[in-house]
């Protein structure tokens, strides 16, 4: 089993504890998460069910690559970190 994690900055916005799943890609992984806690989705993904643009989503210690239809495998045991992304640039 994997687990969901989200940063605290999510936290402050909506109910998203850590959850155990079984999903052996990110897509089914986050499915089988939002299942459980419906509110969460859209904060993580837009109309078209790809991750948000100022959303980062991480297996283990990798970002995930496909961040439209969310292929990418999910390990037994790794952790899945859903985070905002920061944007900007220099002064």
Do not use: K
Request: hydrophobic fraction near 45%.
């Amino acid at each position: 089993m994997a687990i969901v994690r989200f940063t605290r900055n999510l936290q402050r916005h909506v109910a998203c504890p850590p959850a155990e799943v079984t999903g052996l890609t990110v897509r089914a992984a986050l499915e089988e998460y939002f299942a459980g806690h419906p509110a969460v989705r859209s904060y993580v993904l837009d109309d078209e069910g790809a991750v948000r643009q100022h959303v980062t989503v991480f297996v283990g210690d990798r970002t995930i690559e496909d961040r439209l239809h969310l292929t990418d495998p999910v390990g037994a045991g790794e952790d899945i970190y859903v985070m905002q992304a920061l944007s900007g640039g220099a002064i």
